[in-house]
């Protein structure tokens, strides 16, 4: 967050997203665990820009709980990206600085892109700095036409392009940078007279140029960072991208993949060095990993902080957080409020849940621990299950230090195991156990001498 650019942001995420063929706004959907217009609201931050404001629209219910950080317009009618500016145009009033554009569908534009752009800007003193692209395949961008001196003349939508305008090489990127004053006061001269009916904002430069203000633009140096993202195919290029712009960071910073194609990191986790990443491994949100966890198969970590030198092999984790050397799976599913400490192991086919499971304890296999207290060095017996739910309220587990849990134990909380206790294999434990103490509760075993054989005499046909 060094920089600091003299510019506010303005994100456009008003829009339907129709190419998605989907039931939520476009900008929602996620890219890396994170959705689209986030990604670009951050990258405003890290730019240092004084505001960021967001339009938002179709499905705002939805946006609008992901900008918490954002000044928000609305725009009611989808009536062009040109319409989205003047719906934000009140909150800019009086307002004499720059202004850098941006989409909300463009997720990969970065800060020092930003801050590229407006320095390139202010250096020039033009009216509208837009930034182009010269992408591999330009269809459904709009093209960037120049007059003969070579200065942007205008920029023609793909449906509006001419056989001729459609052969340019040249795209718009959507990302702009406008001084405020010429922006809003050319506003009112956009008009829908094009092939989709929409006040097109790209219309601005011609208005712009006409009005003899400079027009500037600057060549992104990486195309990848203005792909827009229109369709289903288009978020997959573009989660591609940044799949490896970030595992080739990991990497350089000491991580190591077997196969970073099989590994997704999301753009706010942070991975020590020395920890080995495998196949189909998914970190996602804000989770941060220590130096020399070995993680994956199969495992997928959401906002989770990690010790070092765990082993977490095929886990499902949500807001858990391990100290050092815990050890866990393979198969397990640690959900909201797991802790574990240090030496801790869970093992195979095992779920927990806000609970604590204290240094060097194991839940080896095959068991549920909810709303429990864990204290240090204690066995559960494989099958134990923490009764928590009484089918109205959730109730509290407490195992102290040292005790062991025979297998298949039933702990029907509210309960407190002391420390040293022990329990019978399959006891349904429902008081409370003193420190050192045997819980049993168990009918005891009937023998019935031979009936195997008189069982079966009269039955077997042969
Ligand atoms: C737009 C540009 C095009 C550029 C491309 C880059 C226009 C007319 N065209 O085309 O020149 O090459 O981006 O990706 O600007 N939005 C609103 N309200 C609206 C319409 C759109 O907020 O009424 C938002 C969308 O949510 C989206 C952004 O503006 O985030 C761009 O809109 P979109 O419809 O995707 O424009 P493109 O056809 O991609
Ligand atoms: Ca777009």
Known sequence: MGAH???????????????????????????????????????????????????IGHGREQVEPLLGDCIISYQLEMLGTGHTIMCAADKFEGYEGNIVVLCGDSPLITASTIEHLVETHEASGAAATVLTMMPANPFGYGRIVRDAGG????????????????????????????????????????????????????????????????????????????????SRAQLAVAGKVAQRRINDR??????????????????????????????????????????????????????????????????????????????????AYLRPGTYLCEGAHVGTHVEIKKSTVGPDSKVPHLSYIGDATIGTDVNIGAGTITCNYDGVNKHQTIIGDFTFVGSNTMLVAPVKLGSNVVTGAASCITKDVPDGALAVERNEQKIIENWTERHFTNKRTS
């Open 5 to 55: 650019v003299k510019a506010k942001a303005l994100i456009l995420a008003a829009g339907a997203g129709t190419r998605m063929k989907s039931n939520k706004p476009k900008v929602v959907h996620e890219m890396l665990g994170k959705p689209l217009v986030r990604w670009v609201v951050d990258a405003a931050h890290q730019a240092g820009c004084d505001d960021v404001h967001v339009v």
């Open 151 to 230: 200065n942007v003349a205008g920029i023609v939508e793909e449906k509006d392009c001419t056989e001729e305008q459609r052969a340019i090489g040249e795209c718009n990127s959507g990302i702009y940078c406008f001084s405020a004053p010429a922006l809003l006061g050319h506003l009112d001269q956009l008009d829908r007279n094009n092939a989709q009916g929409e006040y097109y904002l790209t219309d601005m430069l011609s208005l712009l140029a006409a009005d003899g203000l400079t027009v500037a633009s600057m060549v992104v140096e990486d195309n990848d960072e203005c792909l827009g993202v229109n």
């Open 250 to 331: 990991l990497m350089a910073d000491g991580v190591t993949m077997l196969d970073p194609n099989l590994v997704w990191v999301g753009p706010d986790c942070v991975v020590e060095n020395d920890v080995e990443l495998l196949p189909m491994t998914m970190l996602w949100g804000t989770t941060r990993v220590s130096n020399g966890c070995v993680i994956g198969p199969n495992t997928r970590l959401t906002d989770c902080a990690i010790g070092s030198g765990n082993v977490l092999e095929e886990v499902v984790a949500i807001e858990t957080t391990t100290e050092a050397d815990v050890t866990v799976g393979p198969r």
